[in-house]
Structure formats: C-alpha cells, structure tokens
C-alpha cells in the first residue's frame, strides 16, 4: 500500500496550491481520506477530511472557505485545493486514508499515511 503526497512548495501568501495524494495498493473508494499537517515545533494536526463517496466533508476551523478536499476515486487520487494561503499554513502535509469509518478528523482513525509535502508560505 502507498500514498504519495504531492503539490507542495514555496508560496507568497495570498497565494494558492493544490495537494494531490496518489494512492496504490488498496480500493481508494473503500477508503476515507484525511489531510493533515504539522508545523515546524507543532503537533501534526487535522486538517480536511472527506468520506468514501465524496459526500461528506470536514475541515479545521481555520481552513474552512480557503480549503477545499476533494477526491476522484477513478483515478485513485484525492486533493487539497488550497487558496488564501498565510504563513500560519506553512506545514508538512500528510494524507492519510482510513478503512474504518467514512470519515473522521482523527489521526488515530487512519490506516495508511502518505510521506508528506512541503508547504512553506512566505509572507
């Protein structure tokens, strides 16, 4: 099983970028999907998360109307659209899938974890 995270990079702030998870290895629309993150010194956290069909989705409060999960489970493949980007997101993020519920904001839900992309924005 892999996740591959992908998109990250160095942004001014203002600024947009699109996260993509790639995953191989399981049946993506059995999976939830999770985007997380962590800070440089910061306890990795939740995110976004969206369910097996696309149906449902959550996020953290401060991302909410600048974020936006999304998933094309043809092609295996979830995102995070990111737009309004402060320096606050600068962040490792992780997607992470989960076979137990049909979404959830907790890391511990999570079955498989991609590696993580850079996300630095600059002020």
């Known amino acids: 099983v892999q996740l591959q995270a992908s998109g990250g990079g160095l942004v001014q702030a203002g600024g947009s970028l699109r996260l993509a998870c790639t995953s191989s290895?399981?049946?993506?629309?059995?999976?939830?999907l999770g985007w997380f993150r962590q800070a440089p010194g910061k306890e990795r956290e939740f995110v976004a998360t969206?369910?097996?069909?696309?149906?449902?989705?959550y996020y953290l409060d401060s991302v909410k109307g600048r974020f936006t999960i999304s998933r094309d489970n043809a092609k295996n493949t979830g995102y995070l659209q990111m737009n309004n980007l402060s320096p606050e997101d600068t962040a490792v993020y992780y997607c992470?899938?989960?076979?137990?519920?049909?979404?959830?904001?907790?890391?511990?839900?999570?079955?498989?974890w991609g590696q993580g992309t850079l996300v630095t924005v600059s002020s």
């Open positions: 992470a899938a989960s076979g137990g519920v049909s979404s959830s904001r907790s890391q511990r839900e999570y079955d498989y």
């Open positions: 290895g399981i049946t993506f629309e059995d999976y939830a």
């Open positions: 969206i369910s097996w069909l696309g149906d449902r989705d």
